[in-house]
């Protein structure tokens, strides 16, 4: 007999022949994944036309705690949120379409007049909070500012007033003879859309993180430099709690590239450095946390130094896995995962794309070797997914050492068409259905991915489309 | 020497990088620039290892004025993380200034000793921009700073390693977008009138765009 632990709870396993299958039944709901797992086209968002226009390239995308809400951002500010149709009762095993539930202008463009910059509209992190009462909060960022949106639903109105018609004119009180106390009456579902705090002027630097803390009271935000600790209710201070800038910025050999609460403790925060470094902060050991708890670094390995090594090395997203064990970082041509426990290396490490590793020059070059990729864990934290070029996005099952590269493309967008594994070649020989490196399109690139907390159905973002895949249901 | 080829080449992209991510809209980013630094100082120092090994084998004495010139150039390049990093609380001045500095940098252009294209799709060439070196209207501040002795360039040397590779007719060791002295030799020597003129103006103004991009910060 076997106790196993998880973030669901703990079951007791039959050691056995077939315990793998055990586990997967015992942790059923969460979501596998990996090579066992077919994953068909489901849906595709956005325009269909070659040309894109820069306001709807997709800059974030992000799954609500239920996975019943899919939120997308984009470089014009705006926010889409689409929502899973509930599962038709008729086909059980057909699960709920994505369709349009909200959309809004989040961020405008602005001036700072101070420092004669324009500061780009582009929303750069979506964070949703958990639901609390019918409505349902995120946190909307761009570079500067970070915004709570409070969207909810509105299906009744209150219909019969004494003083005013039906439709909003003052009725003349010499008219109104009787009186009768309004009814609310059904109407056309419409969801709104409001902005229920600002937190500006809290940064001097580029914003490129946010994360809500597991106490569901406080988030914080991050910048190259600074992390900055809020209250979610409270607009007009926050407190810094890591500053890495140094008093000579001649001196400045990192930055901050990401930043994340750990999952469950609520004391518990990571960043991660241009360096390939991550930190884990304890904020109970001082206000400002500049010393870390941890410091999780892996040693360069001496034969990959090239001209490009250190930028590459550059840590582009952290996450942490749901069980709050492990945490996740991407960097230019890796993913790594770390065990919370061991600072010295990471337990295991997927080569992304290492054919491009020959070509960091070229990359250099035509500005992709800065392109910052973004990475997700599956619901029960076993198969991890990352996106690369040429539309491809490749998943990791850790259980079954097993990979997997996978394409969003228009050709293969045919309802329930399952997804054909691609391959490309390094160099040698191409092999039928293979793609060489040379014919990669290095503009079609999957920054975003998002996996829904319990099935398995992922959000891939393109340059300005958002594919949703499911896996094959029997 | 490839080697060496190769780092002139990447110092060179990777301040025309510097120098357009200025034009971006949102201003420059700190992560970016950091990085940009971080290639160009490697691209320095392999260079300049590549350099020394070469000289050990036991060149002309006339070579060490070629790594003074790119002492120079590099020397701005570690106050790079300092431009950027400082301008934000301060950028106010860069808004004017990128409009004058536009006429002054020459971008340069990647040459094709790039070994792998990536792909022949027309989408993905990557920005290429023109080499030629404009006749620049040379800053008068930066050219002070660049005279000055307390630059660490050493000027006699400079000269006399003119005289040299002209007489050796050896023009090809010279790189061509790294500042050159021989501007300021010749108004002071009142020597060889603008032979190389055409190449110097357009390294000078380079430089001279480098240093106005620190200054500026």
Known sequence: MLLVEDGLGICVVHLSLSLSLSLSLSLSGAGGGGNDVQWCFSQVKGAIDDDVAEADIISTVEFNHSGELLATGDKGGRVVIFQQEPENKSQPQCRGEYNVYSTFQSHEPEFDYLKSLEIEEKINKIRWLPQKNAAQFLLSTNDKTIKLWKISERDKRPEGYNLKEEDGRYRDPTTVTTLRVPVFRPMDLMVEASPRRVFANAHTYHINSISVNSDYETYLSADDLRVNLWHLEITDRSFNIVDIKPANMEELTEVITATEFHPNQCNTFVYSSSKGTIRLCDMRESALCDKHSKLFEEPEDPSNRSFFSEIISSISDVKFSHNGRYMMTRDYLSVKIWDLNMESRPVETYQVHEYLRSKLCSLYENDCIFDKFECCWNGNDSVVMTGSYNNFFRMFDRGQKKDVTLEASRESSKPRAVLKPRKVSAGGKRKKDEISVDSLDFNKKILHTAWHPQENIIAVATTNNLYIFQDKLN | ?217
């Not at chain 2, 002309?60 to 002492?71: R, S």
């Not at chain 2, 070994?115 to 008068?140: F, G, H």
């Not at chain 2, 055409?198 to 991009?213: D, K, P």
């Open chain 2, 1 to 217: 020497m490839e080697l060496n080829a190769e780092a002139k080449r990447i110092m060179a992209l990777s301040l025309g990088k510097l120098y357009s991510s200025r034009m971006h809209r949102g201003g420059m980013k700190l992560h970016r620039s950091l990085q940009l630094s971080l290639v160009m100082r490697s691209a320095r120092d392999i260079y300049f290892t590549a350099k020394l090994e070469s000289d050990a084998a036991g060149r002309q004495p006339g070579a060490p004025g070629e790594d003074e010139e790119v002492a120079m150039v590099t020397e701005a390049v570690p106050a790079q993380p300092a431009g950027p990093a400082a301008a934000d609380p301060q950028q106010s001045e860069t808004g004017t200034e990128a409009h004058t500095e536009t006429e002054l940098s020459p971008e340069p252009s990647c040459a094709p000793a790039v070994t792998q294209p990536l792909t022949e799709a027309p989408s993905n060439v990557p920005a290429r921009t023109e080499c030629k070196p404009k006749p620049a209207q040379i800053v008068t501040p930066a050219d002070k700073e660049n005279a000055s002795p307390g630059s660490g360039c050493a000027v006699p040397a400079l000269a006399s390693d003119r005289h040299t590779r002209k007489r050796r007719g050896n023009s090809a060791a010279e790189p061509e977008f790294l500042p050159s002295k021989k501007a300021r030799m010749e108004q002071r020597k009142g020597g060889e009138s603008g032979l190389h003129s055409g190449s110097c103006r357009g390294g000078a103004s380079l430089a001279s765009a480098l240093f106005r991009t620190i200054v500026a910060f």
